[in-house]
């Protein structure tokens, strides 16, 4: 059975984060492992607290996985300062830790950046350079690429030629943010690739950058290539969000498990 670890917040509602998580790596009949960064009070109507784990503590936790079960992928989602992200980096460099995704969560739904600007800088400088495939959505590789305004195609190639002097890793931008289509980018070794999707209309989609991060990580370990990776991750999250799961009072989850008889 292949290991999969997720380093993420918890979301008490399930939705996203840890949770979702644990899900799409069960949903994919895989082994699910997990650090906790911090817990976050939450729901489908957002997010009212936090109590971020010490960068010790996250230490820990790597430590106990790494020397007992290691994982065959690595998905990494929120990382809330500095200390954290620089311990979580020293320590996937430390066990020569393999097919690492990194969803980086900068940016929250409604705009607010999440990072100040010492963890933006941890972030770009220490942790994305670990990565096999960063993940941003629109917002984000405008904060990563220094793009004002990233509202077509065209633009999103710009964006990811910029980020891709940063480091060596792929760059999937997800374009769900766009007006017209929802199509994602993948540059991969100087390749543009396109992944073509309507907008699927379903307000429900609390979770999916979670969600569609650790599926790519559960196919990388599969030994899958990059793009066959994320063409299997997208029909995945399709079909979670063609569900049309109902929970909650605002944004509610996927259902992470519809292709689970």
């Known amino acids: 059975m292949k290991k999969i670890l997720t380093i993420a917040g918890s ?30 009070a939450q729901n489908t109507t957002g997010v009212y607290d936090i109590m971020e784990a010490t ?26 300062n500095k200390e954290i992200i620089t311990v979580i980096a020293d320590k996937l460099i ?9 969803d980086p969560v900068m940016i929250s739904t409604s705009g607010s950046k999440l990072l100040n600007d010492d963890a933006m800088l941890a972030l770009k400088e220490r942790l994305l350079p ?25 633009d999103m190639v710009s964006a990811a030629e910029l980020i891709s002097k940063t480091g060596k890793y792929d ?14 980018l993948l540059l991969s ?15 429900n989609t609390h979770g999916t950058g979670c969600t569609l991060s650790s599926a790519i990580a559960c196919n990388l370990a599969f030994g899958y290539s990059m793009n066959q990776s994320i063409e299997n991750a ?10 049309r799961l109902d929970l909650g009072k605002g944004s509610g989850p996927l259902n992470h498990c519809y292709n689970i008889k």
């Open 189 to 203: 070794n100087s390749q543009i690739y396109w992944f073509k999707q309507n907008k699927i209309d379903n307000p």
């Open 130 to 154: 670990t990565a096999n495939l960063i993940t941003p959505n629109i917002p984000e590789a405008e904060s990563l690429s220094g793009l004002l305004l990233i509202d077509k195609k065209e």
């Open 171 to 184: 760059i999937l931008i997800k374009g769900g943010h766009l007006r017209n289509g929802a199509h994602d």
């Open 94 to 102: 430390e066990y020569k830790a393999e097919n690492i995704v990194v």
């Open 11 to 40: 979301d008490c509602s399930g939705g996203a984060g840890i949770q979702a998580d644990i899900k799409t790596i069960t949903a994919h009949k895989a082994y699910a492992m997990s650090v906790i960064t911090a817990l976050t």
């Open 55 to 80: 960068p010790q503590f996250v230490a820990k936790q790597l430590d106990c996985i790494f020397t007992d079960i290691r994982p065959d992928a690595v998905k990494i989602g929120m990382v809330s």
């Open 234 to 243: 997208k029909e995945y999250i399709t079909g979670a969000i063609s569900n």
